[in-house]
């Protein structure tokens, strides 16, 4: 069978050994070449949908260019040690497919040859790898939060049990993780205050004085520059919600005001002691460790308990990349729409390259990654080409940590898409103590679904464990 031939050539010859037991023991057809005359040579009697390499070699460059020229060229697969990484790099850009720095375990190589594979047949069959519109689901999509992911599909389920009650939130992640979507796709799904307003007030930017006076309003001439009379954003947002960005660096006065508001709903305009009542839902966001904050005493304890009633940790991109496919779909249909460009795919690849990279800036910074190669793409295809060298340079170093969800989770976009599936299925069996009658009845599916998708992800009964 081609799709399971794989042509080690690697100097080191220990590496070669150990890579043909581990490959022949996973059921692959394993060639070894000693040198580049005899790649070629192997090349020349086989299609290899996989080739095992270093790169220490001079003949890497050469290899490359040589199956780049190639019909339905073999993926490339380099397999270096950290000295190395820097060429690692540079010859993902002349055409490898992955690297994978040493030391790595075993299973990770498979994972990534069995990408590999499945990117060659992928490029053998007719239609496109990834087919934009396909991948979402209604329930992957929230009020305009869009993700698959448990944590997601948790924060889901919270909004929608809170959604008709007064509860206040407390946000909390690192910057660019969604907090304020998830606050406008609570205040969407609360029937009674969507048609009102949401009002947002970051309580970081500003003077302690103007945060004040934003917050609660201020009367004519209740200080300097007040020439009217001015409504607060307590007030705007009456009926609706407000949003209070970065709680954490609200002044300490200005925190027993709020605390005020938090129980009473009531407050006064600054310069004034009429009391003023509003009905208001109250989502506050922070991306510090507020705790530490209240240890310090830099953050009342009180209002702390007070906003903390229902938190909701939104975690990072990186600790939920069963996300990124859908949400990489979402942003280039957005972003095609804003530009008027015709976007019809994005290549596995890409997909891969990523889901390699750490993400610190979140989903804001995924946004404006898609949005700027959505705009630089000339041909309706997005390939790993129309990334910020930053993201195929920041590649490395994931694959030499031990990121190990990385590669499971998205060994390849087919892999990425039925991860979730798999990790349900097996929760809902173990919840019912591998009962498969009730499993299937729980997941609503029959139980012929559920023995075939079992064998499909290889899933073992209780008894064969
Ligand atoms: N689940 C999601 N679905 C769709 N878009 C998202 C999602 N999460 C975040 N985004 C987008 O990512 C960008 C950043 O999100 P947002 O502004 O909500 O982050 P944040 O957590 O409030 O960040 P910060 O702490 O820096 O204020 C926005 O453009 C938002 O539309
Ligand atoms: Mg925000």
Redo the contacts with the bound molecule.
């Keep these: 069978m081609e799709d399971k031939r794989i042509l080690i050539a690697h100097s080191d010859r220990l590496t070669q050994r150990s890579l043909y037991e581990l490959l022949c023991r996973h059921e692959y057809v394993v060639d070894i070449a000693n040198s580049f005359e005899e790649v070629l040579s192997f090349m020349q009697e086989n299609g290899y949908p996989v080739i095992l390499t270093d790169i220490s070699e001079a003949y890497s460059t050469q290899l490359l260019k040589e199956i780049q020229q190639r019909p339905n060229p073999s993926r490339v697969i380099i397999l270096t040690s950290l000295g190395n990484a820097e060429s690692a790099v540079s010859s993902i850009k002349m055409g490898a497919f992955d690297y994978l720095v040493r030391p790595v375990e075993d299973e990770k190589i498979i994972f990534a040859i069995e990408n590999a594979v499945s990117h060659y047949l992928e490029s053998n069959e007719p239609q496109k790898d990834f087919s934009l519109k396909k991948h979402s689901k209604k329930e992957d999509v929230y009020n305009g939060l869009v993700g698959q992911s448990r944590s997601m599909k948790d924060i889901y389920s919270i909004l929608e049990r809170i959604s008709n009650s007064k509860a206040t939130v407390l946000l909390r992640g690192e ?1 660019g993780t969604g ?2 979507v998830i606050a406008h796709a609570l205040h969407m799904a609360d029937k009674r205050r969507r048609a009102k307003p949401i009002v947002e007030m970051s309580c970081g930017a500003l003077p302690r004085e103007i945060i004040e006076s934003e917050l609660f309003g201020h009367t004519k001439g209740a200080f300097t520059g007040a020439i009217s009379d001015r409504k607060g954003r307590f007030e705007m947002a009456n009926g609706g919600t407000i949003l209070l ?1 970065d709680i954490d660096s609200l002044a300490l006065d200005l925190q027993v005001k709020l605390l005020r508001v938090l129980q009473h709903k009531e407050f006064e305009r600054v310069g004034d002691n009429k009391t003023i009542k509003v009905d208001v839902r109250i989502i506050a ?1 922070t991306n510090q460790d507020i705790e530490k904050l209240v240890k310090e005493k830099k953050f009342r304890e009180d209002l702390y308990y007070r906003l903390n009633v229902i938190s909701i940790n939104v975690p990072p991109l990186r600790e939920r990349l069963e996300d990124l496919p859908l949400l990489v779909e979402y942003f280039i249909n957005v972003y095609s729409k804003e530009n008027h460009k015709k976007i019809q795919d994005i290549t596995s690849e890409t997909i891969s390259v990523l889901t390699h990279h750490k993400w610190p800036g979140n989903i804001r910074e995924l946004e404006n990654i898609i949005e700027r190669a959505v705009i630089l793409d000339t041909d309706g295809i997005i390939d790993k080409d129309d990334l910020p060298e930053i993201i195929l340079e920041g590649n490395l170093f994931i694959s030499a940590g031990l990121e190990n969800k990385v590669i499971k989770a998205f060994s390849s976009l087919k892999h990425a898409m039925q991860e979730p599936e798999k990790v349900h299925i097996l929760r809902v069996l173990s919840e019912v103590g591998w009962n498969k009658k009730k499993a299937a009845t729980k997941l609503g599916v029959n139980r012929t679904t559920l023995y075939n998708k079992m064998r499909k992800y290889n899933i073992l009964t209780g008894s064969e464990k």
């Design positions: 910057s907090k304020r960005d966001s």
